[in-house]
């Protein structure tokens, strides 16, 4: 299995870094690859230029963008880590998606509309926030970020997203807190097989 995890946190005191660490050791001790692509270490540049939206339009792809959708093209999983930032993606993330996810790769106009183009991928999210998740659910607005983060992205483009978890009040969560969200999500996890040696 190839898991490939999406990191958008600028700070390695956050959660979100402690959560991508402990994502990348669950996924050794299961004896997957795992690959993370920390969005800020790379410095990527999330601003889609007139000239990248010049080379989009004419199916053009630099070669930083090519590896990427390497990346995403071999996964069998994806997770993507990140703090909620004004109700949505960080824009480093949201820039990944501008320009990893283009027309032609990730999704392309078919005879019955747009067909999904990464197929067999399984997805989990992983929403650090602020506010509590029962602020959000009066508001409607749990189910708006599963529709508008899981669905009209990754479902969009043919990905299957197995999990959103929500982590409330991080700023002010205690160590056990902290513990046991890291607990909740390695435990979206199918169980691990458990290999038999003669
Ligand atoms: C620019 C910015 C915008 C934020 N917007 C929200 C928000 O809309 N909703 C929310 O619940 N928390 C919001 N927060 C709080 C972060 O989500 C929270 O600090 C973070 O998830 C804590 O987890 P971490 O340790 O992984 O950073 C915001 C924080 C920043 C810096």
């Given amino acids: 299995m190839k898991h490939l995890i999406i990191y958008a946190h600028p700070s390695k005191k956050s959660f979100s870094f402690q959560l991508k660490d402990a994502l990348k050791a669950e996924s050794e001790k299961r004896g997957w690859s795992a690959t993370v692509r920390d969005l800020y270490e790379m410095k990527f ?112 483009c043919g990905m299957e997203v197995k999990h959103q978890e929500f982590f409330p009040q991080i700023p002010s969560a205690s160590t056990e807190e902290i513990e046991k969200h890291l607990k909740v999500a390695l435990s979206v996890f199918e169980p691990a097989k458990q290999i038999i040696t003669n």
């Fill in 45 to 156: 540049d999330p601003v889609l230029w007139p000239s990248d939206l010049e080379k989009l339009k004419k199916g053009e792809t630099e070669e930083d963008i090519l590896s990427e959708q390497a990346l995403v093209k071999e996964a069998d999983i994806i997770s993507v880590v990140y703090p909620l930032w004004w109700a949505g993606f960080p824009a480093i993330l949201k820039g990944y998606i501008d320009k990893i996810f283009a027309y032609g790769f990730a999704y392309k106009a078919g005879k019955n509309g747009i067909e999904g183009l990464l197929t067999n991928k399984k997805v989990y999210l992983y929403t650090s926030m602020g506010n509590t998740v029962e602020e959000y659910e009066e508001k409607g607005l749990i189910e708006a970020f599963r529709k508008i983060q899981g669905g009209e992205i990754f479902e969009f």
